[in-house]
């Protein structure tokens, strides 16, 4: 399970929020994929961000699917739950955290997301190399401390299955450190010079 934190990258999960919204106005089911989840922050942090952007009416259209291979309990009830300690939440802003969080009525330090955020994610442990997407028809895809696990022929393979995962002209966001192989130009074009942000050809 790779590192991850609340808020981590903010800059591309903005960015790529900005391009979304316009791409899925007036759609009745807004599918987005988060390849790579790790222990549940990334999923949590890009739905804070999507429900501030978005307002309820559209944000009740969205679920996102986050998968991750991985064979530790944390990928089980405790990151369903959304329960976290308080340690691992002070990079949130305080106004979304008073608004996202509640905490846990017992002893403990920890805080649970609110159900309205927890009712929008579907935890799934899958491995990528498979080569199978979770599902299909997808508005997004993030992908993010997955690749570099990778070799060459791997990641190409991983590409292609998000490419034929998305809708026509859907979202790829990944790891600023990653760059879109060469072999993909033809099915992927960048969207901006400033993020890994890509749109399917």
Request: aromatic share 12%; net charge neutral.
């Amino acid at each position: 399970m790779a590192f991850t934190y609340f808020f981590r990258d903010k800059q591309t999960l903005d960015y790529i929020i900005e391009q979304l919204v316009p791409f899925v106005s007036g759609r009745s089911r807004i599918k987005i994929w988060d390849a790579g989840c790790a222990s549940g922050q990334e999923p949590y942090t890009f739905a804070i961000l999507l429900a501030e952007k978005m307002g309820k009416f559209t944000f009740k259209n969205v679920e996102i699917h986050a998968t991750d291979h991985d064979s530790s309990n944390l990928f089980g009830e405790i990151i369903k739950k959304g329960i976290y300690p308080y340690a691992e939440l002070q990079r949130i802003p305080e106004d979304l955290f008073v608004k996202y969080f509640r905490k846990c009525d017992d002893a403990s330090d920890n805080y649970q997301i609110i159900e309205e955020l927890r009712s929008k994610i579907h935890f799934k442990r899958e491995d990528l190399l498979t080569y199978v997407p979770t599902s299909t028809e997808f508005s997004l895809v993030i992908c993010k401390n997955v690749l570099l696990h990778q070799n060459y022929e791997q990641r190409i393979k991983i590409f292609e299955m998000f490419h034929n995962s998305l809708l026509d002209k859907g979202l790829l966001a990944m790891e600023q450190t990653q760059k879109m192989l060469v072999e993909l130009s033809d099915k992927f074009e960048m969207v901006t010079s400033s993020a890994q942000a890509y749109r399917k050809k």
